[in-house]
């Protein structure tokens, strides 16, 4: 069955220091992979995604992804982490084998403390 | 803007009660999901439609039904209300099935 795994509830990082957020995947096929964050009471927005080609994908607000296809993972990167990224970040995968359905993973919350 | 227009923001209603939310896709959008998130969960997906035909099934209750229309908008119905469906519902388009999708900003619904 497709999977998705962020294996860390909460991410606490400093202000200014690089952040790194988790995601590995089990899917058949090759992967499309997608990065969304969500703000206290307020939909998710779109950062970024895989589908094919250069492995590290940029996105908005400065973030950017790493694909791993060896380790099957897909983290969610930040050279300089600001107070204001704090929010709840969501890693999913098309389901190739159930109509693309998206599959979710739990979801991480990062804390960036002044 | 994500361009996924959700009605109402806000809804406060009694158990068993029937109430219904309303999601207008992107311009152009085929696809229309629905999600639930509980407080600190995370995403529950409940059923997708693709151009008005029911395409993938989730964790949806039976006394809950939804539908798109021709004109794409979609609308979930939720019925016999219990105070355990209190929640965030979320309602999601995009363009192509491998797409990414775009979500609305979601409707809180509070049973009482």
């Known amino acids: 069955a497709q999977s998705v795994a962020q294996p860390e509830d909460q991410v606490n990082v400093a202000e200014g220091n690089p952040l790194t957020v988790k995601c590995t995947y089990s899917?058949?096929?090759?992967?499309?992979l997608f990065w969304y964050v969500q703000y206290p009471n307020r939909g998710l927005q779109f950062l970024l995604k895989?589908?094919?080609?250069d492995n590290l994908v940029k996105g908005s607000y400065g973030f950017e992804a790493e694909f791993n296809k060896s380790q099957t993972s897909f983290h969610l990167k930040k050279p300089s982490a600001l107070v204001s990224d704090s929010a709840l970040y969501f890693c999913?995968?098309?389901?190739?084998?159930?109509?693309?359905?998206?599959?979710w993973g739990a979801g991480t919350k990062l804390i960036i403390k002044p | 803007d994500s361009g996924v227009t959700q009605t109402p923001k806000h809804l406060i209603t009694a158990t068993g009660q029937r109430v219904t939310l309303r999601c207008s896709p992107r311009?152009?959008?085929?696809?229309v999901y629905w999600y639930q998130q509980s407080l600190d969960q995370g995403l529950q997906f409940l059923i997708q439609?693709?151009?008005?035909?029911?395409?993938a099934k989730g964790n949806i209750l039976e006394r809950f039904s939804a539908q798109q229309f021709p004109d794409l908008h979609s609308e979930l119905n939720l019925s016999s209300l219990e105070l355990g469906d209190s929640a965030l519902y979320f309602c999601?388009?995009?363009?192509?099935?491998?797409?990414?999708?775009?979500f609305g900003q979601g409707t809180r619904l509070t049973v009482v």
């Open positions: 999601a388009s995009s363009l192509q099935a491998v797409s990414e999708a775009f």
């Open positions: 311009s152009g959008d085929l696809s």
């Open positions: 439609y693709y151009n008005g035909e029911e395409r």
């Open positions: 899917v058949s096929g090759n992967p499309y």
């Open positions: 895989y589908i094919t080609g």
């Open positions: 999913a995968v098309r389901d190739m084998d159930s109509n693309y359905q998206l599959i």
